[in-house]
């Protein structure tokens, strides 16, 4: 499986900013990691098939994850952002019965500043 993500970029704090990322095929779970520089990588958000969601503490409140399971597509919805937000946003996938992350996509960069 293939994951190829796009949407990031630089906003200013209090913006919003929505990442995509297209699977090359079906698959159990997708989601977001992301890595700030000098800090190891970290959950965002996942979402399976079935719509059973998983949020990281920190963006809970602020980040929608959803999916489009036609287009093998997983959205992540970024609002209120913080400067404490910004990292390299990675797109994963999970197949299914397993408990570790099964695919990795590149990195896109997030950058929250004014």
């Known amino acids: 499986v293939q994951l190829q993500a796009s949407g990031g970029g630089l906003v200013q704090p209090g913006g919003s900013l929505r990442l995509s990322c297209v699977a090359t095929?079906?698959?159990?779970?997708m989601g977001w990691y992301r890595q700030a520089p000098g800090k190891q990588r970290e959950l965002v958000a996942t979402?399976?098939?079935?719509?059973?969601?998983n949020y990281g503490d920190p963006v809970k409140g602020r980040f929608t994850i959803s999916r489009d399971n036609v287009k093998n597509t997983v959205y992540l919805q970024m609002n209120s952002l913080k400067p404490e937000d910004t990292a390299v946003y990675y797109c994963?996938?999970?197949?299914?019965?397993?408990?570790?992350?099964?695919?990795w996509g590149q990195g896109t960069l997030v950058t929250v500043s004014s």
């Open positions: 979402i399976t098939k079935t719509g059973d969601i």
């Open positions: 994963s996938a999970r197949v299914l019965f397993s408990t570790r992350v099964s695919f």
């Open positions: 095929e079906s698959i159990f779970s």
